[in-house]
Antibody, heavy 120, light 108 residues
């Protein structure tokens, strides 16, 4: 069974940093593109970042480019999102998601999400 | 950047009725890069339809997707109680992923 478990969320002050982790199990992690998607309270879904299985292609939304860094450790079956220079508008539930089989650009499995609150 | 506009914002229907949700792209897109997701309160989204019309694994056949160019539709043939949720369309293109703003299907 595919499982994705996010951790590392919490309350952080504006301008601060936070590192999210996503522990994956139940599949060959290195074979799949992974994604981060966020959802501000009461709002819709917003794509944040994606990284291919071998990390040879990385993508960011304009809203986080230059502040967030996605990475993965295939030996540890883990996905990360380093978030720097956080702003109030980064407050959201952050989901990690796995590509859908060979259709890597869709999100076929999702974690339960982790809340990040940016506030003083 | 492609903008996806979903309508209506809210759809009020009764169980057993048919639901028709619209997703319009700001310019013509390749349908293979269009997906639909369902999200229930307090839960993560779930992939329903990929490639505009192919149901994801385990999705009941009462869900169907159609469309091409700029206009796409998600249909639910007969609403079950568990189908009342928010639905999002999504597009991938030019190394960007975009979501529509969502359509809430609520019980009338």
């Amino acid at each position: 069974e595919v499982q994705l478990v996010e951790s590392g969320g919490g309350l952080v002050q504006p301008g601060g940093s936070l590192r999210l982790s996503c522990a994956a199990s139940g599949f060959t992690f290195s074979s799949y593109t992974m994604h981060w998607v966020r959802q501000a309270p009461g709002k819709g879904l917003e794509w944040v970042s994606s990284i291919t299985g071998s990390s040879n292609a990385i993508y960011y939304a304009d809203s986080v480019k230059g502040r967030f860094t996605v990475s993965r450790d295939n030996a540890k079956n883990s996905l990360y999102l380093q978030m720097n220079s956080l702003r109030a508008e980064d407050t959201a539930v952050y989901y990690c998601a796995r590509g859908y089989s060979s259709v890597w650009y869709f999100m076929g499995h999702w974690g339960q999400g982790i809340l990040v609150t940016v506030s003083s | 950047e492609i903008v996806l506009t979903q309508s209506p914002g809210t759809l009020s229907l009764s169980p057993g009725e048919r639901a028709t949700l619209s997703c319009r792209a700001s310019q013509s897109i390749n349908s293979i890069y269009l997906a639909w997701y369902q999200q229930k309160p307090g839960q993560a989204p779930r992939l329903l339809i990929q490639g505009a019309s192919s149901r994801a694994t385990g999705v009941p056949d009462r869900f169907s997707g159609s469309g091409s160019g700029t206009d796409f539709t998600l249909s639910i043939s007969r609403l079950e109680p568990e189908d009342f949720a928010v639905y999002y369309c999504q597009h991938f293109g030019s190394s960007l992923w975009t979501f529509g703003q969502g359509t809430k299907v609520e019980i009338k």
